[in-house]
């Protein structure tokens, strides 16, 4: 699907910060609508219009709302957690996530210091006391964290605050992460636990700082909770669900526990029948650990800026849903074009011998390329499925589960191409015949073709690309491009490839414009041309 460069349409929703706000604003091919958080049939009646859309947790991103969104490309949230999103949907749909995870990390870290202080100090049922004209100093022992060894699940960007300023308290702290490196377990001084049971028998104070996923919904249960020492206290500042609400309640009114401070909830906000409300010992707080000016402000800037870049650049290096860039994206972007264009004109190239039904698509990579970056580059490469897909959007966020869905197989291998580490290989199987082409992107330099099948070649693929099969005798170059001349064709390069003098050969001419298929059947016509193949790539 090829979409419409401007105007773009963006919807901002749930009281997105003014700043990010005005960074969209700012740029004239944007026109941005902002409305309060709407009812869902409202918003999927107007969702249809929109190229983007940026909002806060109060709007939930269903799939029926993301399938009548034919215009969408990238969804923003400003703030960390898109459990409002559905993500299989929109990844099936090649529609952008992307969230801000880390202008809200501060904000969230100082909260839970706050709330575990004033729980452990009775800090509220001091200040109610007194509010009330009490004075019960003498009932409001309290216990200090200096000591106390905290027990750190997802030793993530909040997780790592976290553990800094906890040893700042002079704490002991130990983390649970099995997606995080020992280095940063080292460089935070968290003792690192293999086990999810052993952080839990060895910690004071449990906090849990992941995303909610099927892997953490539920992780701290009547089990975990009951394998925690007598007087130990449960924090959960993440995301709803990832403790057992009806197991946390029960575990507070059973004496197990000392107390807990909960700020997210399984469904917000919370019912009045909630077993929370009755529960002793538990300080709430209504879903507020972002919620500084300083946060907000952050996160809709991040998120904003991040969807201008989508939009304006398809910038995705910050897309939840798009495979792993492995390095810097626009660093990455002419390996990028290169892989999306030698798969554009293997496809041509077997559309013209007659095969079309594609079956398998092979990406060979260079060294240096290849070191992290295959499965997005093989996205990439499925830039050969275009226009085969025609209903549906088809980009590096959702070519892999397109090309399953359709039985095209996809294959990279992350192994040296020589002679150049930027090197790569397109190969595509179509109807039992393969078409290969590759190049070099060089970083310093545009991306160039230098194969084509058998043939060495050395040619930039912008414009409009020509490639002739021709038997090598005299006459034909000259032939060609009188051809091209009288049809008003303008020649940027010309490139001719043999294998040996007299057999076949070949010929790659870029061109400026387009090329008609009125010129194809003149050039087809002409003596010793065997095929004629016009791949239009347009503009860089």
Known sequence: MTFSRTPFRILVTDEVDQEGIALLQAVPEFRVDVVPTLPEAELLGRVGDYDAIVGRSATRISEPLLRAAKRLRVVGRAGVGVDNVDMDAATALGIAVINAPAGNTVAVAE??????????????????????????????????????????????????????????????????????????????????????????????????????????????????????????????????????????????????????????????????????????????????????????????????????????????????????????????????????????????????????????????????????????LASAALGALEGVVAEERLNVINARGVARSRGVELHYAEAGLPPHGRAVEVRVTADGQEARVGGVAAIDAPPRFTRIGSFHVDVAPRGTLIVLSNRDVPGVIGRVGTALGAAGVNIAEYHQARLAQGAEALAVITIDGTVSDEVRRTLLALPDVHSATVIPFGED
């Open 111 to 376: 909260l839970f210091f706050a709330v575990l202080i004033g729980l452990l100090r009775h800090v509220t049922r001091a200040d109610q006391s007194m509010h009330e004209g009490r004075w019960e100093r003498s009932h409001l022992l309290g216990r200090e964290i200096k000591g106390k060894t905290l027990g750190v699940v997802g030793v993530g960007r909040i997780g790592g605050e976290v553990s800094v300023r906890a040893r700042a308290f002079g704490m002991t702290v130990i983390g649970y992460d099995p997606y995080i490196a020992q280095d940063r377990f080292d460089a935070l001084q968290v003792r690192r636990c293999a086990t999810l049971d052993e952080l839990i028998a060895a910690c004071d104070i449990l906090t849990v700082h992941t995303p909610l996923t099927d892997e953490t919904r539920g992780m701290i249960g009547a089990r975990e909770l009951a394998a925690l020492r007598p007087g130990a206290v449960v924090c959960n500042l993440a995301r709803g669900g990832i403790v057992d609400e009806q197991a946390l309640a029960d575990a507070l009114v059973s004496g197990h526990l000392a107390g807990a401070t909960v700020d997210a909830y399984t469904r917000e906000p919370l019912r009045g029948d909630h077993p929370f409300r009755a529960a002793p010992h538990l300080l709430l707080t209504p879903h507020i650990g972002a919620s500084t000016d300083q946060a907000q402000r952050n996160v809709a800037v991040d998120a904003c800026a991040a969807v201008r870049d989508a939009l304006l650049n398809d910038e995705y290096s910050r897309s939840l849903n798009v495979a792993e860039s492995g390095g810097d994206w626009q660093a990455l972007q002419p390996a990028m074009r290169l892989v999306r264009r030698s798969a554009a004109a293997a496809r041509a190239l077997l559309a013209d011998r007659g095969a079309r039904a594609i079956s398998r698509v092979e990406l060979r990579l260079g060294d240096e390329l290849a070191r992290g970056r295959g499965p997005l």
